[in-house]
T-cell receptor, first 114, second 119 residues
Framework: EDKVVQSPLSLVVHEGDTVTLNCSYE??????LLWYKQEKKAPTFLFML????IEKKSGRLSSILDKKELFSILNITATQTGDSAVYLC??????????????FGTGTRLQVTL | GAVVSQHPSRVICKSGTSVKIECRSL??????MFWYRQFPKKSLMLMAT?????????EQGVEKDKFLINHASLTLSTLTVTSAHPEDSSFYIC???????????????FGPGTRLTVL
């Protein structure tokens, strides 16, 4: 069974700090790893990673994948209170004979304080 | 583009009643829609995969007779929680995958979710 583990489960930082969120996975037929940000409603897409070692960047957020170690990190620099959310990691694993599906981790709850 | 809506956004019902939740892809066609459930402070758990014109595929532990899924068109899937009980109270989220790109493409667009409270 596919498995996604995120750490830490929760984190409180001061505005301006840099944070690193971790995601490890075990999946059959890996296709991609995705990061989402969830505030009060449904998740919003951040990144999709398919290749090892290639950093994806969007403003103060960046992410990288290590397919050998089955691991990804999400970095947020110069954090702001608006970054407070739950960050979800999901892995897209292709099931033989069927369409692929996402397996989500439990999320990291980030709180950025003033 | 790629907007997914859900209706209703919030529903409160009495135990024993049935509740229907709609998921619509507004500006694209979706051959596949996914239904997730999320309990407070927990992650999204896939309940079932819904393919247009065929029976849904349910994840292990999800009762198909309790959570009825219908995907009658390329833009609409419905989830009906039958004989709801308080333990069914949860946040239900759907996602839709574009028709374009074929079955190997898995960009999912999420709806805003429906919060169900069963009294």
């Amino acid at each position: 069974e596919d498995k996604v583990v995120q750490s830490p489960l929760s984190l409180v930082v001061h505005e301006g700090d840099t944070v690193t969120l971790n995601c490890s996975y075990e999946v059959t037929n890996f296709r991609s790893l995705l990061w989402y940000k969830q505030e009060k409603k449904a998740p919003t897409f951040l990144f999709m990673l398919t290749s090892s070692g290639i950093e994806k960047k969007s403003g103060r957020l960046s992410s990288i994948l290590d397919k050998k170690e089955l691991f990804s990190i999400l970095n947020i620099t110069a954090t702001q209170t608006g970054d407070s959310a739950v960050y979800l990691c999901a892995v897209d694993g292709l099931n033989t004979g069927t369409a692929s599906k996402l397996t989500f981790g439990t999320g990291t709850r980030l709180q950025v304080t003033l | 583009g790629a907007v997914v809506s859900q209706h209703p956004s919030r529903v409160i019902c009495k135990s024993g009643t049935s509740v229907k939740i709609e998921c619509r892809s507004l500006d694209f066609q979706a051959t596949t829609m996914f239904w997730y459930r999320q309990f407070p402070k927990k992650s999204l758990m896939l309940m079932a995969t819904s393919n247009e014109g065929s029976k849904a595929t349910y994840e292990q532990g999800v009762e198909k007779d309790k959570f009825l899924i219908n995907h009658a068109s390329l833009t609409l899937s419905t989830l009906t929680v039958t004989s709801a009980h308080p333990e069914d109270s949860s946040f239900y989220i759907c996602s839709a995958r574009r028709l374009a790109g074929g079955p190997m493409f898995n960009e999912q667009f999420f709806g805003p979710g429906t919060r169900l409270t069963v009294l």
